[in-house]
């Protein structure tokens, strides 16, 4: 009978104690370092206005400070902005170089559609070709805040219209051509949405650098506007709230640099679902034939050996079998059966959500399979016999005395699943996941759920934007940031199945063996 380890029986005991913490300590390490620098990126950071050695003023947020390469001292490195003015927006200074330093209260920051950030001052607000005459601060802040939560007012509306009206009826004029009411209602929504553009514009303001060069602003290309050295922590706390909020509900922009990550997020949630409704019951029933109803012989064992095997495969190979299987043979065979009016252009012949799922549950069978046929293998052969015992059938005795007692265990397999499935990427890049897919592939039109379309990835979107962005110091906090987003998700979904699995195995408890 095997018993604990006593503490005081050697230096084991502390020798385990010691990696388990350290195994904790690194992990709150890499989750602490996930958080600081991904959500510290939404904070409204200070806007520093330097005088250089040289005469020049400089206006940036501070980012980080490093020593010199080949001399004594250091450098700081700042995000200045107004790329249209000055071509790149970071600056590496010399600390040495610096005279003087202020926080203005009366400088900006405008975030852009284009050019990315602008920082600087605001001279004025009003028509684009009025804006001579300066303005005091205090009116030229209250105009642009009213002006731009009037265009925001605007662009929702835009947006509601090509989203619940535009999108519907250009589908079904793809499927019914000859359909005039639908094409009268698009023309009636087209002409209604060019009123919106048309009431955005006009509207403009007059911005200054701080080192006096001045720029017309047409406001429709301005998102939001904050003077981050006159907010107090409360405001913002607020802003850094908000910009959080941005980030998990809008979609990506400026070529994943900026803007947020839903779609991404509903995309791996959906997959990984779907993946698990489809992967679980194959796996079980493998699992179930392979302990409970096949022969315990020699090919058995092989079938053993090949699943274990299988679970070891790189997750590539997977995605070359889905694209070569999937996408072009079955997805091909279908387009050719149901939607041969759509050839050349494919509908299930090429990447999408399905394909992606099915990829992924093939990649996670062996762990569902292994983990079940364990937990099965753990259930005392007294359970069997007293059910048979009893009268059951060796079916009743299957479905109502095994498997609820191997539930824990199929949970177990489907966390270790959703582990693996979640994270991956290679497959996805060759299976469906799209670099840039703003819409979400669920819609009110039956099916309602579109299979079809590609989606976006949490995984593949770090993976973008950290390597295929065009500049990597500001989509560097964003990869953070995605990536805790990415662990949470994880941590969601496994925390349902454990808690899932600690139910089941409460209600269905099997002892463990003498």
Known sequence: MSRRLPRTEGPWAWLAAGSVALSLLLLGGLLLL?????????????VTLVELEDGRLLAGQAVRELPLERQAGRERLYFTGNRDLDGHVWHWLPVATIVASERPAEL?????????????RLVAVGEADSLAAAQSREAAWARLEAQLAELQELRDERERLRRDVLRPLIRRLDARPDDTAARQALAEANA????????????????????????????????????????SL?????????????????????????????????????MVLLMSLLVTPFGVLAAVYLNEVAHQGRLTNLVRIAVRNLAGVPSIVYGVFGLGVFVYGIGGTLDDWFFSDALPSPTFGTGGLLWASLTLALLTLPVVIVATEEGLARIPVQQREGALALGATRLETLT??????????????????????????????????????????????FPFLHLDRKFMHLGYHIFDTAFHGNDVQAALPLVYA?????????????????FLRHYFRSRHGVQPRP
């Open 192 to 231: 209604r949405v060019r009123e919106l553009q048309q009431a955005m514009g006009g509207q403009a303001a007059l911005l200054e650098s701080v080192d006096g060069r001045r720029l017309v602003q047409p406001l429709d290309e301005v998102l939001r506007a904050w003077q981050p050295n006159a907010m």
């Open 400 to 445: 109502r005395v095994v498997l609820p007692m191997a539930v824990p265990a199929m949970l177990t397999g489907v966390i270790l699943a959703v582990a693996r499935a979640a994270g991956e990427v290679a497959p996805l890049m060759l299976v469906g996941v799209a670099k840039l897919a703003p819409q979400i592939p669920v819609d009110g039109e």
């Open 34 to 46: 996930l958080a600081v620098r991904g959500l510290g990126h939404f904070w409204p950071a200070s």
């Open 234 to 270: 409360g405001e913002k706390v607020g802003a850094w709230s908000q910009g959080v909020w941005r980030f998990l509900s809008e979609g990506p922009r400026d070529g994943n640099t900026a803007g947020g990550v839903w779609p991404a997020i509903f995309g791996t949630v959906m």
């Open 482 to 498: 995605t990536a805790l987003l990415l662990v949470l998700v994880i941590l969601v979904l496994n925390l349902t199945a454990i």
């Open 108 to 120: 900006v920051v405008l975030e852009r559609r284009r050019h990315g950030a602008f920082i600087g």
